[in-house]
């Protein structure tokens, strides 16, 4: 059962993340080894066996009694009593508690769904904050190159002394701002990398691999809200009330009579010097007995409980669907504000770029605007790492998405 739905969750990612074989992987690998979903697996295997705990009868009560003094009777002294009694719940009573049993196990297969839900929404925005980082890295060294290259222009310049060393001095600044920002985002993704394989339960310094370059797709799937009527924390409180109604069940059960079956068996010393019929037969003598609730408030008491518990299930469940459902609009809405800025950032890129070409251009043959080219550089550096970003939103926002829609 874990192990049909687990293929059914790899199926939904690898529709919505094809762009990565490495993700689905890694996923993989978490639910492999993820602490917290072995732990959920033992719970939901103690919960199933408890159903084969409540499919039994009360503990069966034997007696064994040695008369000190021994009563004589007309056949006999008594010498040893032995009883043997079996109570029996009322009829109904075991098949309510294994529907019980059955239900609570429901609830903590509910629980292990849950958890791989959100395992693999963590594992995947933390795959994507990797790939920011990753790629706001290589952006920072393409932008370093090209001011060593404008550094060697500017150079030539100040020895045909066409250009001032300030501008040589500006461009050394620049370089050490963006290597100090390089580093900045090393220690970033050393540190999400940790987190990345402790999600994992591998070692923190494994190397993780990430894509070099992500693209959005050209168009969206639907998302109905109404999906969320399906979704493991919602479905969680439906387990939860049809367990409060088989609990109620196993209450009234509870509360009608108990009857119980029992033999008694009395040994009888034969009498010495008589011979009459009957001298030293043993007693055998069976009983019947039934355990009435008369004093039945705690029973009264706990159907009240019970009613309440549903009440709150059902008044919990639509506040959890309220904001659940809050969420998703909200994911839905950032995703979409991400592709526009991302489409946005790309059409702007590709100006600047073209822009600054056109300068460095205008530069090495005339020797003027050094200062527009490192404007508009930065210009296109904040451009770019804005880009990377709108991605990363963008797919982040997806992973809520399909965490909340079973897409």
Do not use: C
């Amino acid at each position: 059962m874990k192990k049909n739905y687990s293929l059914i969750l790899l199926a939904v990612f690898t529709v919505h993340f094809t762009h990565s074989q490495d993700l689905m992987s890694y996923i993989q690998e978490a639910e492999a080894n993820n602490l917290e979903l072995k732990a959920l697996g033992y719970k939901h295997d103690v919960a199933l066996e408890k159903i084969n705990e409540v499919n039994t009868l009360p503990d069966t009560e034997l007696g064994i009694g040695v008369f000190v003094s021994k009563p004589e009777t007309r056949t006999g002294a008594q010498k040893m009593r032995f009883s043997l009694k079996q109570m029996m719940p009322w009829f109904g009573t075991i098949t309510a508690r294994q529907n019980y049993s059955s239900t609570m196990a429901t609830v903590a297969f509910e629980n292990l769904v849950l958890a791989q839900r959100k395992l693999r929404m963590a594992v995947a925005q933390s795959y994507y904050k990797l790939y920011a980082i990753q790629s706001k890295k290589d952006v920072l060294e393409n932008h370093i190159q090209l001011v060593e290259r404008y550094e060697t222009i500017v150079l030539n310049s100040v020895e045909v002394g066409q250009t001032s060393l300030v501008d040589v001095l500006k461009l050394q600044m620049k370089r050490e701002e963006l290597l100090r920002q390089k580093e900045l985002l090393e220690q970033n993704f050393w540190k999400e990398q940790a987190a990345f394989n402790l999600l994992l339960n591998r070692d923190s310094g494994v190397t993780v691999a990430v894509v070099s370059d992500l693209k959005l797709p050209a168009q969206d799937r639907v998302v109905d809200t109404s999906a969320l009527d399906l979704h493991p924390e919602l479905v969680q409180f439906d387990r939860l009330y049809a367990s409060v109604t088989d609990s109620e069940l196993v209450n009234k059960k509870e509360a009608a009579p108990t009857i119980g079956f029992g033999l008694d068996y009395i040994n009888v010393e034969a009498r010495q010097g008589l011979d009459f019929i009957d001298n030293g037969k043993d007693i055998l003598m069976p009983m019947f007995s039934i355990r009435l609730p008369i004093f039945n408030h705690k029973y009264r008491s706990k159907t009240v409980q019970n009613s309440l518990k549903q009440d709150a299930l059902l008044a919990e469940k639509s506040n959890r669907k309220n904001q659940l459902t809050t969420i998703l609009i909200a994911a839905l809405s950032e995703r979409q504000i991400a592709k526009i800025s991302h489409d946005t950032y790309a059409s702007n890129i590709e100006k600047a770029e073209f822009s600054l070409d056109l300068l460095i251009k205008n530069f090495e043959v005339q020797n003027k605007n050094f200062t527009d080219v490192l404007e508009l550089q930065e210009l296109l550096l904040n451009l770019e790492v804005s880009k990377i970003e709108a991605v990363q939103s963008y797919y982040s926002q997806s992973t809520i998405i399909n965490y909340l829609s079973n897409q």
